[in-house]
Each structure stands twice: as structure tokens, then as C-alpha cells.
């Protein structure tokens, strides 16, 4: 299969707004001091058409706006998007409807003022894809197809379940009729049994929509569930990126494998009840990241080469990549484990 995402060296940095005061110094030449975030950096990723890609890194590491990104909700700093060839974003504005989104938390993203019928109907009546007169049909359809009565379309989100906004949500983005869907944290709001039931749903939906999907979780045994392959992110970068058996199997960077690592285990022949090892150091700030390779200060392989230089992403199999001077040893440290 060809590639159908591809998001090509992207970066979003995010900077801070001036006074009124620092405009006016700046207009009259001083120099205003300002520091910027870059919540992404370079990154490169292509997603096939049917697949699903899982993001995973710990919080604050950029998964939430590589994902708006993707989406056209937030204007790249630099790099681009496209689906199929087509860009998803021009001069700052999303000029396709080929990409929808699902967020983490379904009664803030739905207006609690419209019935859900008029919510989901909204997008697809401007876009052309039905009219006033038949979306009571369109959104019935999509209603039944995510497991919802589609006599419920006149209620309003407070009438539902946290699982059934969900779902409500996700009918909203499909009643778009997109290409890829953006998935960032679906779950992590739910009951663990409705998480099953909407993890469920996903897999089907995909399967039968032939979907491209980007599954944004910290959830890692979710992310092994319903991902074809996983990328590792870190402080904004890719670090890793392959097959989810591939990764979550053996590892080729030691924050992937640190990663894993955190997750605790239940252990019946210990004295403790459940074990896990933490990552240790603190997660180095955004607005002034280190030298070289990000996770040099925390990482138990670093040397001197990178405290100061960058890795380059290096292919570690026809289908891996990592970004790491040291993965030969992380991948023998696996073996010998």
C-alpha cells in the first residue's frame, strides 16, 4: 500500500503574545525578549491508506498538537500535510473536510445548547453532503451505525452518558464522511467497560469505513489493541516509530523501553503486589530544551556525543526507525533481558 498521510518535516512553535508595552518598545527599537515553545519538531511521518498509526509519549510531549495539526485545527509553523496529495491546510486555513477529529472529552466538545441531531447535521448541511430535509435521515443513519436510537436525536448532550456522547461525537466526525480520522485521548475520559465498547466501535468502524486513522493515547495497552504501528514521541520529536509488534516486543530506544517499563505489573510471587520501574528525571521544559538528544539528561545509555549532537532518525529494519546514537546497545539490552 502507498502512503496516503503524509506529514512532512513538520514544527509547531508556539510564541507569546506582546504587551501593549513590549509593541511600543519594539516599534521604538529596544530590544523585547521573548521565549517560544516548540511543542513540535521536525517531524516526518507517512500513514497508509487503512492503517492505523498509534502516538504515544508521556504528557506535555506534543501528541495533542501533532494531532491538531494533522487536522488543519492549528497552522503549522513550518512543513506540511496532505491526504492523498492534497494539502489540508493554505495560507493558515484548513481547505478540506477529508479530516475529522475526535477528542478526549465529548460533553466539551459538543455545545450544550443544540440537540445532538443538529450538532452532528451541522458540518455535513454547509459541506453539501445533505440537505435541511433529509439530515434528520443522514444523522439517523449515522446514529444507528455508532450503536445510538435514532429517536435520541432531539436531546441535548446533558441527556446522555459519558459512553453515549462519545459515541455521539464520533457519529459527528464519520457524518463528514472523512478520509482520516484524528483520535486524541477517545477513551481516557470513560469507564473501563465503556472504553472497551468504544475501543470496539473504532475497530469496526476503521475496518468497515476503511478508515486512516491517528490514535492519540497514553493508554499503551490500548494503543497495542487497535494500532498497526506506534510512533514514540518525546519533547516533540519522533524517537521511534515501527510495527507494533516490533516495538512494544523489543524496543530500540531506551525511552521506548523506559516507557514500558513505567506500566506497572501485578506480581503474585513477590513481596510486592505490583511493580514498575519510573523513568527517572524530570521531563526537561519545552522553552529550553537540552542539547544534542532531549533525553540525554534522563537516559541511562548517554554519552558524550549526545549531549551534543542531535540523532538522526536511522533505520533500524525495512519497516523501523529510531533516533538514538546508542539503539545497537538498547536492542542488545533487550536480547540479554
Not at 510531549?61 to 494533522?70: D, E, F, H, N
Not at 489540508?88 to 478540506?96: A, L, P, W, Y
Not at 450544550?112 to 441531531?117: A, E, N, Q, S, Y
Request: charged fraction near 20%; include cysteine; glycine fraction near 8%.
Amino acid at each position: 500500500m502507498s502512503d496516503f498521510l503524509k506529514i512532512n518535516d513538520v514544527s509547531k512553535v508556539f510564541g507569546p503574545k506582546l504587551t501593549t508595552g513590549e509593541k511600543i518598545a519594539a516599534k521604538l527599537g529596544s530590544k523585547v525578549e521573548t521565549r517560544s515553545v516548540r511543542a513540535v519538531s521536525d517531524v516526518t511521518l507517512c500513514v497508509r491508506k487503512g492503517e492505523t498509526l498509534g502516538l504515544v509519549g508521556e504528557s506535555g510531549c506534543g501528541k495533542s498538537t501533532l494531532g491538531r495539526v494533522i487536522a488543519g485545527i492549528l497552522p503549522p509553523t513550518s512543513g506540511t500535510v496532505a491526504i492523498d496529495g492534497a494539502p489540508v491546510m493554505e495560507n493558515g486555513t484548513k481547505v478540506t473536510t477529508r479530516v475529522q477529529t475526535v477528542f478526549q472529552d465529548p460533553f466539551a466538545s459538543l455545545d450544550p445548547r443544540m440537540k445532538v441531531g443538529d450538532t452532528v447535521s451541522e458540518g455535513p448541511i454547509a459541506h453539501g453532503l445533505t440537505t435541511r430535509s433529509d439530515a434528520r435521515h443522514y444523522v439517523a443513519t449515522w446514529f444507528e451505525r455508532v450503536g445510538l436510537d435514532p429517536v435520541w436525536v432531539d436531546r441535548y448532550p446533558h441527556q446522555f452518558s459519558g459512553g453515549q456522547r462519545q459515541r455521539i461525537a464520533i457519529a459527528r466526525a464519520l457524518a463528514m464522511q472523512p478520509d482520516v480520522l484524528i483520535c486524541d485521548e477517545p477513551v481516557a475520559s470513560l469507564d473501563v467497560s465503556i472504553q472497551a465498547q468504544i475501543i470496539n466501535l473504532f475497530l469496526e468502524l476503521t475496518r468497515d469505513l476503511n478508515l486512516t486513522c491517528v490514535f492519540i493515547s497514553h493508554d499503551l495497552s490500548v494503543v497495542q489493541h487497535v494500532s498497526d504501528r506506534v510512533a514514540v514521541m518525546y519533547l516533540g520529536r519522533i524517537v521511534e516509530l515501527g510495527p507494533v509488534a516490533d516495538v512494544f516486543g523489543t524496543p530500540a530506544h531506551p525511552y521506548t523501553a523506559a516507557l514500558f517499563g513505567s506500566v506497572p505489573k501485578l506480581v503474585v510471587d513477590a513481596d510486592e503486589l505490583v511493580r514498575f520501574d519510573t523513568i527517572e528525571g524530570e521531563v526537561p521544559s519545552p522553552l529550553s530544551p537540552p542539547s544534542g538528544c532531549y533525553y540525554h539528561p534522563r537516559c541511562p545509555l548517554a554519552g558524550p556525543t549526545c549531549k551534543t549532537t542531535q540523532p538522526l532518525t536511522q533505520s533500524v529494519s525495512d519497516l523501523r526507525a529510531v533516533a538514538c546514537h546508542h539503539y545497537a546497545q538498547q536492542m542488545a539490552t533487550n536480547k540479554a533481558g
